[in-house]
């Protein structure tokens, strides 16, 4: 199952069942290009898990950490499928990491590994817009991961069936492939990463999980056309613009 979370034609936002091109709510259906594409959730945080892959870790010059490196990105980071992210002011390099997120079910602590998938509604896509200019320089990477619009999320939740051990992860930027992977090359797996978050903070329902990006990470440029494409979820379409334009 694939759900939708939109503004329907009358300005109420739902969240209905999505499948090829048109969406279900109670006895109404509509075509996406009738309604607004929100943000596939509203999270209270979103935990982002760094150098989840060993070949980004190498092409960042970076060891994998012995325990999953986490950091936040806030709500205002969250931007949605169709939306135009304007880039931070000034910067050398921002770039684009796709990356497969985690949708939290319910209110959950201390989750065990064996338990982990029962707190998981669904995932999405999600690009972790990351300022290297201020991210290289500093310790907490407020400035460097979370300014507005930093992560584009969706279009829609998958239910964990629906997406493969092994899916595929791809970027690509105005057309062109630019990250291309598979889950299954995480190294920690997604119940690994929910019980050692968990260990540490409250997740609640809703929040997001962001898993780690593969190699392949680049600069933005101004009209960049952004293309996140996960197997068993779809693509999360997103444009680029510069301050200065």
């Known amino acids: 199952m694939k759900y939708l979370r939109f503004r329907d034609p009358a300005g109420s936002v739902r969240r209905g069942t999505f499948d090829d091109g048109t969406v279900q709510f109670g006895d109404q259906q509509y075509e996406v290009s009738e309604v607004d594409v929100l943000s596939p959730t509203d999270p209270t945080k979103i935990v982002c898990v760094g150098l989840n892959y060993a ?8 060891d994998v950490p012995d325990r999953p490196l ?5 709500p205002n980071t969250v931007s949605t499928h169709g939306d135009t992210v304007t880039l931070p002011a000034g910067k050398q390099r921002v770039d684009w990491e796709a990356e497969l997120a985690v949708v939290i079910g319910e209110q959950c602590r201390n989750v065990a590994v064996e338990e982990a998938m029962d707190v998981v509604e669904g995932y999405t ?3 972790d817009i990351s300022n290297r200019d201020d991210q290289d320089t500093e310790q907490n990477w407020v400035r460097g991961k979370a300014f507005d619009n930093a992560a584009p999320m969706g279009p829609v939740v998958a239910t964990p069936d629906e997406v493969p051990d092994d899916a595929t992860i791809e970027l690509r930027v105005n057309g062109e492939t630019k990250q291309a992977s598979s889950i299954d090359q995480f190294f920690f797996s997604v119940p690994e990463l929910i019980a050692e978050i968990t260990t540490h903070l409250t997740l609640e329902a809703g929040d997001v999980i962001s898993t780690g990006t593969p190699a392949g990470v680049g600069p933005l440029s101004d009209g960049d056309h952004v293309e996140v494409d996960i197997e068993g979820i779809g693509t999360l379409e997103h444009d680029v613009r510069s301050p200065s334009r």
């Open 70 to 74: 986490l950091f936040l990105k806030t």
């Open 125 to 127: 896509c999600l690009n």
């Open 55 to 62: 070949d980004h870790a190498a092409e960042r010059d970076k």
